[in-house]
């Protein structure tokens, strides 16, 4: 069978929004802004224990090992595993991760978050033996403040995770176990950015032009109000900024400003699926003549829209959709899943004549969706498999799965996972 033929056998399946940008903040540059990579020395230990959130236990006979990390992937494999043969058979249970750290003086006035790409799941983090909170979604990222809760000068710190797949069978496919994905500490001014505060659009696309429509949404947790000026920078794929723009506003203390801006982008090269084109939205939070924060989005120009008679157009060209589902594991790599596997399977399915990727059925990794950006692939960006009803088993029991958490947790996991989405052109 050619290449053509198995393309056309392959199911398709795609949800398209009408947003263009794409968030992908690298790490800033900028004095105001630092991110910093938490992957590195954790202790973990493979079981419960009682007290591991507070700083005074003892955790020095753990395992020692860095993030990403999918316990449940080492096996061993077992008939009796509750996860069951959906589960492949391997082990659920508690996992404990601890993290020590000590922060600079400098950093005593900033305003600091942890970000956590997807733990797996029921996951509960401590600081300083401070509960931050609780995430049942294995698959949503999340952040936390770590105000009031710090230590600085070379006084130890201590970050705790405890995460609990012990209800078993939870899933038909395979999902892992402990904190699978990545870790930053985020470091701003008072007066920064929100967390996926930025939101770049483009309502109209020509050839000739694109309007581009840039929504920057910035906190306020000083104890004054503060005159602020946003200069957004849009960049051209071969690095020239092409436009600019500036607004001013006032923001009290303790509060949040929405600033709408619109920018002209003369003959932009369009996002597509042969040459996914990328620009940069450089967005700067400035007053009293000092940058307070900084943050680069990457977005795409295209204009995306089904129609009924005729199905998917992107750019003014109408085509079929050849759409592949793709679970979060990478096989023997389990749900801790190295870029380069992902590129290497992307590009074996585009051979193919692969153009989407449903993630089913869970937001997938945030590289993921960058990848798929650089590489010309649409995505539909699934949130879960499940409403109120739980999915059944073979045996004919229902799953432990996303039902049991729908009520309380699905607007705040859709609301978070479209905040950290909503900006890629692939989706």
Same mark, same amino acid.
């Given at each position: 069978m050619d290449a053509k033929k198995i393309a056309a056998a392959i199911f398709a399946c795609l949800v398209i929004t009408s947003v263009v940008a794409a968030a992908a903040p690298p790490v800033s540059t900028a004095s105001a802004r630092a991110v910093l990579s938490f992957d590195r020395d954790w202790h973990f230990l493979k079981a419960d224990a009682t007290g591991a959130e507070q700083n005074q236990f003892a955790d020095s006979e753990w395992r020692k090992l860095d993030l990403p990390h999918d316990w449940s992937i080492e096996g061993p494999f077992a008939e009796t595993n509750k996860t069951g043969g959906s589960g492949a058979f391997l082990p659920s249970g508690i996992g404990w991760y601890r993290k020590h750290f000590t922060l600079p003086e400098k950093f005593s006035g900033k305003v600091m978050r942890v970000e956590f790409d997807g733990v797996m799941q029921n996951s509960d983090?401590?600081? *300083?033996?401070?509960?931050?909170?609780?995430?049942?979604?294995?698959?949503?990222?999340?952040?936390?403040?770590?105000?009031?809760?710090? &230590?600085?000068?070379?006084?130890? &710190?201590?970050?705790?995770?405890? %995460?609990d797949t012990s209800? !078993?069978?939870?899933?038909?496919?395979?999902?892992?176990?402990?904190?699978?994905?990545?870790?930053r500490l985020v470091v701003t001014d008072p007066v920064h950015i929100a967390a996926n505060g930025v939101f770049v659009s483009t309502p109209k696309v020509s050839a000739a032009e694109a309007t581009v429509q840039i929504e920057t949404s910035v906190t306020n947790e000083s104890t004054v109000p503060r005159e602020?000026?946003?200069?957004?920078?849009?960049?051209?794929?071969?690095?020239?900024?092409?436009? %600019? @723009?500036?607004?001013?506003?006032?923001?009290? *203390?303790?509060? $949040?400003?929405? @600033?709408? !801006? !619109?920018?002209?982008?003369?003959?932009? !090269?369009?996002? *597509?699926?042969?040459?996914?084109?990328?620009?940069?939205?450089?967005?700067?939070?400035? $007053?009293?003549?000092?940058?307070?924060?900084?943050?680069?989005?990457?977005?795409?120009?295209?204009?995306?829209?089904?129609?009924?008679?005729?199905?998917?157009?992107? &750019?003014?060209? *109408?085509?079929?959709?050849?759409?592949?589902?793709l679970h979060a594991d990478g096989g023997a790599f389990g $749900? %801790?899943?190295?870029?380069?596997?992902?590129e290497a399977r992307l590009k074996t399915l585009k051979s193919l004549g692969?153009?989407?990727?449903?993630?089913?059925?869970?937001?997938?990794?945030?590289?993921f969706l960058d990848l798929c950006d650089r590489m010309g692939l649409l995505v539909m960006d699934e949130l879960?498999?499940?409403?109120?009803?739980?999915?059944?088993?073979?045996?004919?029991?229902?799953? %432990?799965?996303?039902?049991?958490?729908?009520?309380?947790?699905?607007?705040?996991?859709?609301?978070?996972?479209?905040?950290?989405?909503? &900006?890629?052109?692939?989706?």
């Open positions: 983090v401590w600081i *300083n033996g401070f509960h931050l909170g609780h995430r049942p979604f294995g698959y949503v990222s999340f952040s936390y403040e770590l105000a009031g809760h710090l &230590n600085f000068g070379g006084k130890e &710190n201590i970050l705790a995770i405890r %995460a209800e !078993q069978p939870a899933s038909r496919w395979y999902s892992g176990a402990g904190i699978y994905r990545h870790v602020i000026t946003v200069q957004t920078r849009l960049v051209a794929p071969d690095g020239k900024t092409v436009a %600019a @723009i500036e607004s001013s506003q006032m923001v009290g *203390n303790g509060a $949040a400003a929405k @600033i709408e !801006q !619109q920018i002209i982008f003369p003959k932009p !090269q369009l996002w *597509n699926l042969d040459d996914p084109k990328l620009c940069h939205a450089v967005s700067e939070v400035r $007053a009293g003549g000092k940058i307070l924060d900084e943050q680069t989005t990457t977005f795409g120009i295209r204009d995306a829209h089904f129609e009924a008679d005729t199905g998917f157009w992107l &750019n003014g060209k *109408n085509f079929k959709i050849k759409g592949v589902c $749900a %801790a899943v190295p870029i380069s596997i992902w692969v153009n989407a990727i449903r993630t089913a059925h869970n937001p997938p990794a945030p590289e879960f498999d499940c409403w109120t009803v739980a999915k059944p088993t073979l045996g004919g029991q229902g799953l %432990a799965d996303y039902h049991l958490y729908f009520n309380e947790w699905s607007h705040t996991d859709l609301r978070d996972t479209v905040r950290r989405d909503r &900006n890629h052109p692939s989706v």
